[in-house]
DNA sequence: TGTTTCATGTAAGACGTTACATGATTGG
DNA sequence: CCAATCATGTAACGTCTTACATGAAACA
């Protein structure tokens, strides 16, 4: 349940109401974690029965800002200093090529072209935000945003570079014989 | 519910039992698609019901072994052939990476030389399973097997890379006058 | 005979998604 | 006054995890 770390962790440096968090999520935290509506308040209910969150004001239409208390900043802590859990992935994409070989050869050439295309496409929007972001003013984006940014960066060129290579293997032992390459 | 068409998916070359698939998914899916106990019987029951699997013969301790049926076969290459979720990502790591100006510059050090070594770790025991593999023999993994492990040899290795770089980063931008590096 | 392996099933609970529902306030 | 935005909440449904529960068959 990392959601609530998102949320505690979101309310570090500023104090916000679920609506302004919901923003958050979508600007800054959406490739990372992205959360819904429904989540986002149903948590910070919980999260301020639980005491790791309190109300610090009320606004215009029922809104509620929320602060971390002192319990939150520190649970907050015990899970970034915790040891990190070894992710179980799971992939959709990887799973589809497990079983590639029930398709055609020109479909598997396909789905592998179209794969690096995915991955491109996304590096570049990728790149994009890197470069439309100001990195003179302090936006919501510090360090950190950057060293997650290029991770982004990093493991779409992978992917794309992966597929691609992958695509020219299946091509190759689809036609043996036919050996030729640029 | 891809749980789904990875039993599907595994039913094609064989026949076997919940039992079987379980193991199946341990060895050859378990970085791909993890999946439990619970669920793969739960889901076979399901695709019996629905027609996509069929029980073809009953075994000693009330085992039953699946085989698919003309319409699972088909659901299976709806789905491979079906336009490839943008599966959204959803990174514990990277989450904490998002807050790791809230720890001291030696805790983020140690996370991040903690994540190469994971990282590393994980690319060699890969590397391993890859070299431990008969491919002379036609074991259980085909060439889509292979396909997906150099995707997680890319993925290791691609992590690492990014966490000592990221290491260094924090680093220098923790003492900036001091630029020592080999 | 007793332990291991084979074999299946159910139940509770956490998390996530989608959709539904409601209403106040702001701005044109 | 009307539309867009702000703002919160609930309900239903599907998936995944953990744990509980049961028993037959193989093997030593």
Redesign the pocket.
Known sequence: ????HALLGLLVDRTA????LLKLFDTSLAHVW??????V??E??RLADAGLLEVVGQ??????DYALTDTGMTELHRWLADPPPEQ?R?SDTLLRVFFLDVLTPQQRLAFLNHQAERAAGHHAALRQLRDSLDWTEEGMLTANGLLTLEYGLRLTAMQEEWARWAAQLVASSDSPSQARQS
């Open positions: 349940m990392s959601l609530r109401s679920g609506y302004d992205p959360a819904t509506q429904s989540q308040y149903g910070l209910t606004g215009p239409r029922g809104r509620k179980p799971r």
